[in-house]
């Protein structure tokens, strides 16, 4: 799989606060990638960069093998939801959407096909010709979302994109990403732990500017190589409540056949099974990389 | 290229079409207008007192219609003496003078309502976008020249429909409550000082979409741009005063080249050549303050 994003020793510094440090790691395409941190870890810094907004003090960006962002480069191939970007209030979602689906440089004979699409994938099909003045909080980050979404681009950064949004509307967004999977890359920023592992197959975590750990989604949290056996009550003599199995890299086994080996073996004790988890939670994960952290 | 000049013409259509939806940039157009409007109220005024003075002069009766008396009051030179200082000397409004009156009087309200409202309008504009961070919705779109230089249309454009409508004003206004007015030769002369006038005002806009691009604040924008429309005079007078021989009068000298409220008077010629250059030297003036800003704009993080 070839990389859709390569950054390498990104600094950025904003006064004496160095917001990026060394910053390094890589976004395989078509994956959905999550970037995480705690708060000024730098991880908008990161997609402003990334976007061309900012520029870096040193380091260097390759995007969908076309160096760092340029807009006539990558013209029509990356999509950005900002944070905090309001939108123009005086017109419609369709009006904004027409604009900025021209100069994106998508045709006439494509443009409004182009924007139903993202705007019914965003629910927002009813309310297309109305102000943005007159539109909720959620529903305003949802055209931010179809904004990102307009014109199917190779790469979509989307900073908090489900922020703001109820748990239904939500729910729908994290399936519509789902379903760009393999055909978009998509890098993802959130707070939202349980949200990413969920949807993401990949996750960068940073702190105080540094990537501190990547890699597939599987593979950091452990899903791949352990498993937690919780037990119930009575607990047969010399088990405690919970049996965590953790495969070596030289087990030959998968993590399936130690399962069942090892569950079969305590049934044999006489031991009730309450749960099988595979792996630890991403955010135990999380909080234990940046443990001490502080923003 | 091709496509830069695309991108400009989007961002100035996405420009034009979100400011006239704006309640503010409404405002500002019912300003105008009211400051048009009100020219010609005034003009009618003035030329109905001097007709009244003349018909008492001449034992007539007194005139309840104003423009019925005109020609003769152009004949013995009150209009032209009115015209003179305004439009630089008296050669200058004697040849101006076969045109449509109310026209030129229009022309000059014109001239000094329509950089003040596109020093207004243009002055917020980038910064206010820089601040929402609703420009990076375009920055992720095109280049920053293309923003920039659309906006620059966009702007210009607003204020070519402001001046139209101003003209359509004008010259309803004149036809009902003048008489004498003919309505082609009006509607001529009053389109010519309307495009002159968008000529005149490319400086202004210039100079303050420069300042939006340069300063992040639209408040701080705006108050710079202002100022500098302002001071233009005094500034323009201290330069004249300090210009001469020497390294600081020489510098002087050459800074009052780009202060654009010392060429008013070029664009009332009716010689050509004259006008061309002074449309050309608005333009280069233009371009030099805009690419002040884009410099500073080009290089910053949004």
Redesign the interface.
Known sequence: MTDALTLRSLNKRFGKHHALADLSFTVPAGSICGLIGPNGAGKTTTM?II?????PDSGSIDLLGLGP?D??KH?GK???L?Q?????T??TPR??LA??G????ITRSTLNPAIERVLGEVLLGDRADA?IATLSHGMRRRV?VA?ALLGEPAFVLLDEPTSGLDPAQAHHLRDVLAGLRGKTTVLISSHNLAELESLCDRVVVIDHGRCVREGAMSAVTGADREVTITLADPLPAGLTGSVVLRLTADDPRSLAEATSAKLTELLALGARIHEVRTGSSLEARVLADTKGSKP | MMRAVLDTWWVAAYELGEAVRTRLFQLVILAYLGGIGFSVWLFTKILGEAENRLAETLGVPATSHPGAMLPQLLQNGDVRDLLAPIVGGTSAADALLDQPALGLWVGIFSMGLLPAVLVFTASGTVSAEVKSRSIRFLLVRTGRLEIAAGKLLGQLLLGAVAALLGVGLAWILGLLMMSGNPPVDLAVTLLTRCAWSCLFSLPFLGLALGSSLLIGSPNGARVAATLAFFGMPALNAILTFKAGPGFVGQVCDLLTLAIPTRYWNEFWSTDPSVLAFASGRSVLLAVVFFAVGFARFQRRDL
């Open positions: 402003s976007a061309g907004f900012l520029s962002f807009p006539v013209a990356v999509g950005i900002p905090d970007a309001e939108l123009p005086a017109s009006q904004l604009a900025w021209r100069l994106q440089g102000r931010t904004s």
